[in-house]
């Protein structure tokens, strides 16, 4: 429940709306879940709240930090199934990397996730409570952060979930966190992306380029061939952005697949008039995958091409690979996996 609808439901009770703001901090702020712990209601409301109301909150099963600091932890949802979400320490802020779906339907070609299949969309409580736990968990509720939807699944393949999170993660009485500091990275679904430029709340927008031709698209975004790389690149130029924003393009770099100079040139002419940067993605390799991370050499070529075109490039560093929590390395395994992670997981 947002803000408003906890209030409805609060006069649906006979009790006063006002109270939803307190049990809002109490969540938020000070992370806790027992309502016989929320000191400033009455007696009859925290019991009251107690039988009527229930928080659920994703448990932290696992949780494996990373010499680079960065900390993984899996996280199991009130139906048994589990996910992945990620702290990333000095950025030079402070990261989560959350989760919008169990698994993802998208099937990238390098991504782990996309072996696993879509399991099921997450819902609003279980996208928040993914920051409210971790940041429960590691003491920064009160303090700044950032949130990134790089986690498992497609954000905009949950659209509505997704949003009425983000709106719930911005109120002033909870965590307040100001959409400026959330990033949405999709694999450019059209309609979604439609949708999102009328949005009042509006994230930064990362969009999953990865190739420069329809074909090479075709082959590692499966959904290319619904949502193309032309469809995609027009919906980004009349995308609406605030001024001093730009459109990032994450590029994940395949030795020998997408990595040449002549890749590099192709992109510079695709985003030749949109307001962007582009970050640059060495492969993130694991078994399953069956593309290899060029050389740094080649790496800093591409980059090259790009700035020499007054393109703003950035590389990203891949924090956590020692744990298994860098980009397209998230997968659950365990009970009630799919035949699809248990051949991955064999490979
Ligand atoms: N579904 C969203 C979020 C994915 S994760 C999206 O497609 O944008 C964030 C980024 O990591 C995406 O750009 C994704 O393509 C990239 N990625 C996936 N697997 C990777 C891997 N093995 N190595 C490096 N980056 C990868």
Known sequence: MDLSELEVALEAQGTRAFHARQIFQWLYR???TDFEQMTDLSRE??????????????????????????????????????????FIPDTPSQTFCISTQVGCAMKCGFCLTGKMGLVRNLTVGE???QVRVLAGELGLLSKRFNIVLMGMGEPLHNYDNTMKALRILADQHGMAVSPRRVTLSTVG????????ATEPLMPNLAISLHATTEDQRDALVPVNRKY???DILEACSRFPLKRRSRITFEYVLLKEVNDTIEDARRLVRLLGS????????????????SFERPSDARVNAFAEVLAS?????????SRGRDIRAACGQLIVEGLGRSPAQQAAALI
């Not at 679904?189 to 999102?196: A, C, Q, S, T, W």
């Open 228 to 230: 193309g790389l032309d």
């Open 309 to 317: 075109h007054h393109i703003t490039v950035s590389v990203r560093k």
């Open 189 to 196: 679904v059209v309609p979604g992306l439609e949708r999102l």
């Open 274 to 289: 949109i307001r962007c940067k582009v970050n640059l993605i060495p492969l993130n390799e694991a078994a399953g995958i």
């Open 30 to 32: 000070k992370g806790l």
């Open 127 to 129: 996208i928040v409570g």
């Open 45 to 86: 409301l925290r019991s009251l709240l107690a039988r009527e109301f229930r928080v659920a909150t994703p448990q932290i099963v696992e949780r494996a930090a990373s010499a680079d600091g960065t900390v993984k932890f899996l996280l199991e949802l009130s139906d048994g199934r589990h996910i992945e979400s990620v």
